[in-house]
C-alpha cells in the first residue's frame, strides 16, 4: 500500500493515438492503433483498440489499449485522492533522431505516451482543492425496495456456532481466569487460532458494511453462555466478547471515549453544555456519530446488553437513498446549503457528561469566547462527495454524511450565528427523506449487536424509561478503511475466497 507522501507514476499510450492508423516508416515499421470499433475521442471511452509496434531490429509487437480522455484519467486520480504533480506528454527525443532519422522521422511530431505522477497526501483534513482520499469517502450504497421491505433478510447475520462458541469461551478465559478487562487486553493475549472462525466471520461483517447494506444485526448470542446476570463478572465479561468481535471487523477507536462506552441514562439532559445523547434517555434524531471535523469514525456498533422498560426503539435509515432523492426534487439552492461547511456543536473527549467544576482546562476551552471560535472553525458540510459535481453516474461517487440536527443548530446558536431560512427548510426536507428510507426500526434484545456504516447510514433512538434494571447498551466506533483497503487487493490478487469459507463445522458464515 502507497504510504502518505508517496509517489505513484504510471504511464500510459497517449490518448491522441486512437485511431491512428500507424505511421509507415523505413521498410514498413508501423507505430498506432486503429479498429473499427473506434468512433471519436469521447465516444470511444473504454473501448480495446488493437495496435502494431515495430522495432528497430524489423521484429512486430501486437499491442492493445484501452482507450481513456484525459478527462478520465484526471477524474479517477483526483476522486482517488491523489494530488497530481507532474503529466508530460512523451515523443520523440533529439537523442532518438540522431540514432536513427529514417526510423523515428514519421512520428517525430506525435504523442506516443502520457506519464503521470501523482502523490497522495499526507493529511486528509479538508482541502479546498476539493482531493479525497479513498480512506476519507465511502462507496455509496443504496437500497432497493427490496432491502427496505425485507430489513430482517437484508440485514440480519446470525452468529454462526463456531464463531459463538470461540468468543464464550475466549471471553471467559480472559475475564474469569486471567483477570483481564477491556481496556487491559492486549492482542498478543491470543493466538491466531483463538478465534479463527471470528476472524472470517469479522471479514463477512466488514463487506457487509462497506459494500452492501451498510448495515448488519447479528443475532443468536446468548449472554446467558457467560453466567447470566447474576454472575459478578457478567458485564466485563459481555464487553470482552463484544470486544473481540469489533476487532474482527477493523480497529477499535479509542481516543475519544474509550475502546467501549456505556451508554446509560445519567439523568443528564441533552441541552445542558458538553452532554452526549447517549448519556441521557432523551430521544435522538437521526444522526451519526461524532462532531469534530477532524475525527471520523468508519464504523459504528452497539450491543443490548439490557432494554429499556419502555421505549428505545433503534433505527436505522440510508443517506445516499436520501441524496438520490434530494438531487431529483429539491431546488439546487437549497441542496448547496446540505453541501456547504457549517458549524457544529463540540463535545469533549471523554464521557460526555458536562464539563466538572475542577477541570481547568476543559473550562477554558468552552468559555464563550473561546468556543465560539471553536465551533467556527469546526465547520464541515451534511454531505461531501468526490470528484466532479456533473458526474452523469452519481452513485459512482463516493459519499460521506455527517449529520445530527441538534449539533448543527446549537453550533450555530453558541457561535452567534442565525439558522437560516434555506438551511432549515433543507434540513427538513433532509429529515423527510431520512425518515423515508428507514430500513429498521425495532427494540434491541439482550445480545444483540448491530453495527453501521457511519458514512453512510445514519440511526436514530426512540427516548425510553428506566425501570427497576436500568437500560444499558455499549458503543463502539471502529475504522474500517485500511482493512477494506487490504480486502481489495487480497481479491484482485485471487486471495479472498479463503475469507467466505465456512467454518469447519460446515455452519454458513451468513
Not at 486471567?178 to 487486553?185: P, S
Not at 447494506?213 to 465479561?237: C, H
Not at 440510508?318 to 456547504?340: I, Q, T
Not at 449529520?403 to 446558536?413: A, D, I, K, L, P
Request: with cysteine; hydrophobic share 40%; aromatic share 8%.
Amino acid at each position: 500500500m502507497l504510504v502518505p507522501g508517496g509517489a505513484f507514476v504510471f504511464s500510459v499510450p497517449h490518448p491522441m493515438m486512437a485511431g491512428k492508423s500507424g505511421q509507415n516508416t523505413a521498410g514498413g515499421a508501423k507505430f498506432g492503433f486503429t479498429s473499427d470499433e473506434y468512433t471519436g475521442y469521447f465516444s470511444a471511452r473504454d473501448v480495446a483498440i488493437p495496435g502494431e509496434i515495430s522495432t528497430r531490429d524489423g521484429k512486430s509487437l501486437k499491442v492493445r489499449m484501452i482507450h481513456k480522455t484525459f478527462e478520465d484519467y484526471m477524474g479517477a486520480l483526483t476522486n482517488a485522492g491523489f494530488v497530481l504533480e507532474e503529466l508530460k506528454e512523451c515523443s520523440v527525443t533529439e537523442e532518438h533522431l540522431k540514432l536513427d532519422p529514417t526510423f523515428f522521422g514519421p512520428v517525430s511530431d506525435m504523442p506516443l505516451h502520457a506519464v503521470f505522477r501523482c502523490v497522495r497526501p499526507t493529511s486528509t483534513t479538508h482541502s479546498s482543492r476539493k482531493l479525497n482520499n479513498l480512506a476519507m469517502l465511502s462507496r455509496q450504497l443504496m437500497w432497493t425496495p427490496i432491502e427496505l421491505n425485507n430489513p430482517e433478510d437484508a440485514f440480519t447475520m446470525h452468529c454462526p456456532p463456531s464463531v459463538a462458541e470461540e468468543l464464550y469461551s475466549t471471553a471467559i478465559r480472559l475475564v474469569h481466569e486471567q483477570g483481564c478487562e477491556v481496556d487491559d487486553f492486549k492482542p498478543e493475549m491470543l493466538l491466531a487460532s483463538d478465534l479463527s472462525s471470528t476472524t472470517k466471520f469479522g471479514v463477512q461483517m466488514r463487506r457487509q458494511l462497506t459494500r452492501h447494506t451498510g448495515a448488519v444485526i447479528i443475532k443468536n448470542i446468548d449472554l446467558n453462555r457467560l453466567g447470566g446476570e447474576d454472575q459478578p463478572l457478567f458485564e466485563e465479561t459481555a464487553k470482552m466478547l463484544y470486544h473481540m468481535l469489533c476487532r474482527s471487523i477493523g480497529t477499535i477507536e479509542e481516543g475519544s471515549r474509550g475502546r467501549l462506552f456505556d451508554v446509560k441514562n445519567s439523568g443528564l439532559s441533552h441541552e445542558a453544555d458538553n452532554v452526549l445523547f447517549s448519556v441521557t434517555d432523551s430521544e435522538a434524531p437521526w444522526h451519526t456519530d461524532g462532531t469534530s471535523r477532524d475525527r471520523v469514525f468508519d464504523v459504528t456498533g452497539l450491543m443490548c446488553l439490557q432494554p429499556g422498560e419502555t421505549g428505545g426503539e433503534y433505527a436505522i435509515t440510508n443517506a445516499c437513498n436520501a441524496y438520490a432523492s434530494l438531487v431529483a426534487r429539491m431546488p439546487r439552492f437549497l441542496l448547496f446549503e446540505l453541501m456547504r461547511p457549517l458549524p457544529r456543536e463540540l463535545v469533549e473527549k471523554g464521557k460526555g457528561k458536562g464539563s466538572a467544576p475542577e477541570d481547568y482546562v476543559c473550562n477554558i476551552a468552552r468559555s464563550a469566547e473561546m468556543l465560539q471560535l471553536r465551533i467556527l472553525r469546526n465547520s464541515f458540510p451534511i454531505f461531501e462527495l468526490a470528484g466532479d459535481e456533473t458526474a452523469v453516474l452519481q452513485i459512482d461517487r463516493r459519499m460521506r454524511f455527517r449529520y445530527m440536527r441538534f449539533w448543527v443548530e446549537s453550533g450555530h446558536q453558541k457561535a452567534g450565528l442565525r439558522v437560516s431560512p434555506m438551511l432549515r427548510m433543507a434540513m427538513d426536507f433532509l429529515d423527510k427523506e431520512l425518515d423515508q428510507f428507514c430500513g429498521f426500526k425495532a427494540l434491541l434484545e439482550a445480545g444483540d449487536i448491530i453495527f453501521s456504516n457511519n458514512q453512510l447510514i445514519a440511526h436514530a433512538r426512540e427516548a425510553f424509561t428506566d425501570g427497576p434494571k436500568q437500560r444499558h447498551m455499549v458503543r463502539a466506533w471502529i475504522q474500517v478503511a485500511v482493512a477494506d483497503a487490504i480486502d481489495e487487493i487480497n481479491e484482485s490478487e485471487g486471495n479472498g475466497e479463503a475469507a467466505l469459507a465456512d467454518n469447519k463445522d460446515g455452519s454458513s458464515l451468513l
